[in-house]
């Protein structure tokens, strides 16, 4: 079994930054790709960015290009998401997911296993 454990989401103004955290723990896969999405209330769980198991590969949402930053140490079965100027539209429940095998999916019905999520809140 494999669990994820997200962490550092919180409520802050318009322009600060957040940095999430998952943890991987259980018996993961030898290669995973891990994905962040978010959901606000009443709407889908949309994607946001997802990075490859080496890290050579991540892609982003174009809502949060060049503001958010997809990352991830393996060593300690750990990814992380770095959000800067951040916008009340970016408000919503933050999920990470864990999907086996070497590829980058957007989609959330791809990944296999899911954290319970963490609250951001951006005030305007």
């Known amino acids: 079994q494999v669990q994820l454990v997200e962490s550092g989401g919180g409520l802050v103004e318009a322009g600060d930054s957040l940095r999430l955290s998952c943890v991987v723990s259980?018996?993961?896969?030898?290669?995973?790709?891990m994905g962040w999405f978010r959901q606000a209330p009443g709407q889908e769980r949309e994607f946001v960015a997802v990075?490859?198991?080496?890290?050579?590969?991540?892609v982003y949402a174009d809502a949060v290009k060049g503001r958010f930053t997809i990352s991830r140490d393996n060593a300690r079965n750990t990814a992380h998401l770095q959000m800067n100027r951040l916008r009340p539209e970016d408000t919503g429940v933050y999920y990470c997911?864990?999907?086996?095998?070497?590829?980058?999916?957007?989609?959330?019905?791809?990944?296999?296993?899911w954290g319970q999520g963490t609250q951001v809140t951006v005030s305007s």
């Open positions: 990075i490859s198991y080496g890290g050579g590969t991540a």
């Open positions: 259980g018996a993961p896969p030898r290669y995973y790709a």
């Open positions: 997911g864990l999907d086996d095998g070497r590829r980058t999916p957007k989609r959330a019905n791809e990944y296999d296993y």
